[in-house]
């Protein structure tokens, strides 16, 4: 079982940037795949983005595309989020959450989140 903690969430105007990380426990750290997903107010989470344990390939889902990339430092069990020219709807609470080496899951370690909102 892999811990997970997201952080770098916050308050931001539309346009702005912020980077989240997700900082997970345990030695194989580099193995798992981890995915980014989001629950906005009154909805279901969903998918947002994931980069594999195998080879670090990167998936996003197409609202996202062209603004926000997702990356990895193993030797600090670290995976970012960069979001740029960030919109109201992207407001949410983001999970980060590990699955064995894929990005196409299940994704059975969770993290306990992180709140963005932008708003003017």
């Known amino acids: 079982q892999l811990q997970l903690v997201e952080s770098g969430g916050g308050l931001v105007q539309p346009g702005e940037s912020l980077r989240l990380s997700c900082v997970g426990s345990?030695?194989?750290?580099?193995?798992?795949?981890i995915g980014w997903f989001r629950q906005a107010p009154g909805k279901e989470r969903e998918y947002v983005s994931c980069?594999?344990?195998?080879?670090?390939?990167?998936y996003y889902e197409d609202w996202v595309k062209g603004r926000f990339t997702v990356s990895r430092d193993n030797a600090k069990s670290t995976v970012y989020l960069q979001m740029s020219s960030l919109k109201p709807e992207d407001t949410g609470v983001y999970y980060c959450?590990?699955?064995?080496?894929?990005?196409?899951?299940?994704?059975?370690?969770w993290g306990q989140g992180t709140q963005v909102t932008v708003s003017s």
């Open positions: 959450a590990a699955g064995n080496y894929y990005c196409t899951g299940p994704f059975n370690d």
């Open positions: 345990g030695r194989t750290f580099g193995d798992y795949a």
């Open positions: 980069i594999s344990g195998t080879d670090g390939s990167t």
